[in-house]
T-cell receptor, first 114, second 110 residues
Framework: AQKVTQAQTEISVVEKEDVTLDCVYETRDTTYYLFWYKQPPSGELVFLIRRNSFDEQNEISGRYSWNFQKSTSSFNFTITASQVVDSAVYFCALSRGSQGNLIFGKGTKLSVKP | ETGVTQSPTHLIKTRGQQVTLRCSSQSGHNTVSWYQQALGQGPQFIFQYYREEENGRGNFPPRFSGLQFPNYSSELNVNALELDDSALYLC?????????FGSGTRLTVV
């Protein structure tokens, strides 16, 4: 069975702090994809990153970085120098293929205070 | 390039009624998926359509049904509404490189 666990329900930080959102996944597949989405109060899910199981290189995009470790089945997301606009619910998700359905974690609500 | 558009944005229905939610896919996207997101939870996969055929379904009863049209727009139909069907319903379209989500339809069943 496939499963995504985001153990942190809510995180509150002060602007400019760094914050890491944890994601642990379970799957028996050798080929799979991992995703992070951001959901602002407006409701739409905004795509942040997709990573396939064969690419363990960490990625950095501006203030965002992702740490993929197959040995611990984790795909953590770090925001450096957080800003108020980063406040949202963040979801980690897993799929079997590039077109497979997404299995989401329960999300982590991030509040960044000025 | 337009994104994914869902209508209506909000809807209130009475228990036992039927509802149809609509989704216009991003231009050229031939795959559409529907998700149900209860308050405080992650989205749950309902079903997926590829070129007008259902090609995947989550753990939802048959009263949840769908259609995809030749222009790749889609509908989600829910019959015999129950109070637990109250949720945000999200549509997502894809052309093989990840999904683009709409803003959802907030359904309240009273």
């Amino acid at each position: 069975a496939q499963k995504v666990t985001q153990a942190q329900t809510e995180i509150s930080v002060v602007e400019k702090e760094d914050v890491t959102l944890d994601c642990v996944y379970e799957t028996r597949d050798t080929t799979y994809y991992l995703f992070w989405y951001k959901q602002p109060p407006s409701g739409e899910l905004v795509f942040l990153i997709r990573r396939n199981s064969f690419d363990e290189q960490n990625e950095i995009s501006g203030r965002y970085s992702w740490n993929f470790q197959k040995s611990t089945s984790s795909f953590n997301f770090t925001i450096t120098a957080s800003q108020v606009v980063d406040s949202a619910v963040y979801f980690c998700a897993l799929s079997r293929g590039s077109q497979g359905n997404l299995i989401f974690g329960k999300g982590t609500k991030l509040s960044v205070k000025p | 390039e337009t994104g994914v558009t869902q209508s209506p944005t909000h809807l209130i229905k009475t228990r036992g009624q039927q509802v149809t939610l609509r989704c216009s896919s991003q231009s050229g996207h031939n795959t559409v998926s529907w998700y149900q997101q209860a308050l405080g939870q992650g989205p749950q996969f309902i079903f997926q359509y590829y070129r007008e055929e259902e090609n995947g379904r989550g753990n939802f009863p048959p009263r949840f049904s769908g259609l995809q049209f030749p222009n790749y727009s889609s509908e989600l139909n829910v019959n015999a509404l129950e109070l637990d069907d109250s949720a945000l319903y999200l549509c997502a379209s894809s052309l093989g490189q990840g999904y683009t989500f709409g803003s959802g339809t907030r359904l309240t069943v009273v």
